[in-house]
């Protein structure tokens, strides 16, 4: 579940110089191996294509090493619903997308459970690449 408050903000910006309630969970940016097969669907028919190309992305981010083995029944969960939804019930748009917003699938979904993940994984910037404002605004005068 999300944590509740506001959002932090970075160093700088912030007006509230009181230690947070809540502090940022740091996870290696390495990609999680151990997560369970998808089970038979109790339905009897078959993952779509789209569903487990859903569960490997979902099964593999590196904050899945803090999941319990109440998360994991919590994702396969959501699993059967993202299966149905692929099979045509698109109404189960809204539900899943709250589902994936307790997961953590996305940047802000992160941010909001205090997610960070730290490591060589992160993407690399090369300083030679960028220009200067002052060239810029030398170049108009």
Request: glycine share 8%.
């Amino acid at each position: 579940m999300p944590v509740a408050g506001r959002k932090p903000k970075p160093d700088g910006q912030k007006r509230n110089r009181v230690k947070p309630t809540y502090e940022w969970v740091d996870v290696p940016n390495v990609p999680f191996d151990g997560a369970p097969k998808l089970p038979k669907r109790p339905d009897g028919k078959s993952w779509p294509a789209a569903t487990k190309r859903w569960w490997v992305a979902v099964s593999s981010m590196p904050h899945c090493v803090l999941w319990s083995e109440s998360d994991w029944q919590f994702a396969v969960d959501t699993a059967y619903l993202v299966a149905v939804f692929h099979d045509g019930k698109v109404s189960l748009g809204g539900e899943i997308r709250q589902r994936e917003k307790v997961l953590g699938t996305t940047a802000d979904a992160r941010r909001d459970l205090r997610i960070r993940y730290v490591g060589d994984a992160d993407p690399v910037v090369e300083e030679g690449n960028v220009s200067s404002l002052d060239d810029d605004r030398a170049s108009v005068s």
